[in-house]
């Protein structure tokens, strides 16, 4: 069976700190997919990063980075120099063994001005 | 312009009702999906839908009933809901429902069922 957990469920940091959303994965598979959805209050979800499990290269885009460690399980995600524009739900999503995603409950993030 | 549209964004019914969610994607994708999302639960799948093939129901109540018409349009129609089904309802499409392609995400439809 598959699992993802964030344990973190609501975060809050003033404008421009750092912050990192944890995402701890399970799975027995040996390949699979993670993703990183963002939801802000309009509802959608809107796609951030896919990254496979023969990947481990960490990946930068802009302000955010990504931190794959399959010695963990962890898939975390960081926001560098966070702007209120980044107050959202984040939601991390393993796909394994068959097409259905499994989401972990999500984090919401919130940035205060 | 938005990739993948549902209408309407706010639906209030009674126990009794019949309604239906409409789900538009313009991305040129084969595979649409239903998502319910409710409060301090991670996302549900409900149905998916392969060139208009249903591929997916994950042991949803009968009184949701998906209908896919071609590949663009996926509905979901709503009969003789509990309160306990109020929920954002989420329409999704990928590229192909095989293969680890994203999935974009409409805003959602927030069903308030009284």
């Known amino acids: 069976a598959q699992k993802v957990t964030q344990a973190q469920t609501e975060i809050s940091v003033v404008e421009k700190e750092d912050v990192t959303l944890d995402c701890v994965y399970e799975t027995r598979d040996t390949t699979y997919y993670l993703f990183w959805y963002k939801q802000p209050p309009s509802g959608e979800l809107v796609f951030l990063i896919r990254r496979n499990s023969f990947d481990e290269q960490n990946e930068i885009s802009g302000r955010y980075s990504w931190n794959f460690q399959k010695s963990t399980s962890s898939f975390n995600f960081t926001i560098t120099a966070s702007q209120v524009v980044d107050s959202a739900v984040y939601f991390c999503?393993?796909?394994?063994?068959?097409?259905?995603?499994?989401f972990g409950k999500g984090t919401k993030l919130s940035v205060i001005p | 312009e938005t990739g993948v549209t549902q209408t309407p964004r706010h639906l209030v019914m009674g126990m009794t009702n019949k309604k239906s969610l409409k789900c538009e994607q313009h991305l040129g994708h084969n595979a649409m999906y239903w998502y319910k999302q409710s409060a301090k639960k991670p996302l549900e799948l409900m149905f998916v839908y392969s060139l208009e093939e249903r591929v997916e129901n994950n042991s949803v109540p009968s009184r949701f009933s998906p209908e896919c018409p071609n590949s663009s349009h996926l509905f979901l129609h709503l009969h003789t809901l509990q309160p306990e089904d109020s929920a954002l309802y989420l329409c999704?499409?990928?590229?192909?429902?095989?293969?680890?392609?994203?999935?974009?995400f409409g805003p959602g439809t927030r069903l308030t069922v009284t």
């Open positions: 999704a499409s990928s590229q192909d429902f095989q293969g680890a392609y994203e999935q974009y």
């Open positions: 999503a393993l796909r394994a063994g068959s097409y259905q995603l499994t």
